[in-house]
């Protein structure tokens, strides 16, 4: 379940995703994904995703993962992500983000996937313990 704090910063989260989903870089696939990660003290840093014609594209996750970690940030309440303008389904952290995110998450971290049908708004909530059940831990 999504938190009172992540409940109070939807809207932000929202537009935060929205606003830097535009600078994506992706001339290969063209689809542009934003996030907003949300710290435990109220912060939110925000990423997209950065296409390279190796491979060693970075998802938006990620960029919004190491932002924060490289400022200080070690606690995180939860994300939302934002994927492709045209497609009416939500999309979902890929497995590689999955296991990076349990680096630094407890299995309750939310992971809020927002997509937008027609006018209206859908979210898809879920928590790390959904997405990855059994991760790889040393
Ligand atoms: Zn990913």
């Known amino acids: 379940m999504k938190s009172k704090l992540f ?15 535009k600078n994506s870089y992706t001339p290969y696939s063209n689809y542009k994904v934003g996030c907003a990660l949300l710290t435990k003290s109220g912060k939110i840093y925000s990423g997209c995703n950065i296409e390279n014609h190796g491979i ?18 070690k606690e995180f309440e939860g994300i939302l992500v934002l994927g492709g303008e045209d ?6 952290p890929c497995g590689y983000c999955r296991q990076f995110i349990s680096e630094f998450c407890d299995k309750d971290f939310t992971i ?27």
């Open 56 to 73: 060693m594209s970075i998802c938006a996750e990620r960029v919004a993962f190491t932002k924060a970690i490289s400022e200080g940030e």
């Open 112 to 138: 809020c996937m927002y997509y937008e049908e027609g006018k209206d708004g859908k979210l898809v909530e879920k928590t790390l313990q959904d997405l990855l059940p059994d991760n790889f831990n040393l």
């Open 87 to 92: 497609k009416l389904v939500y999309t979902s």
């Open 7 to 21: 409940e109070q910063k939807l809207d932000e989260l929202i537009k935060t995703a929205k606003d830097v989903r």
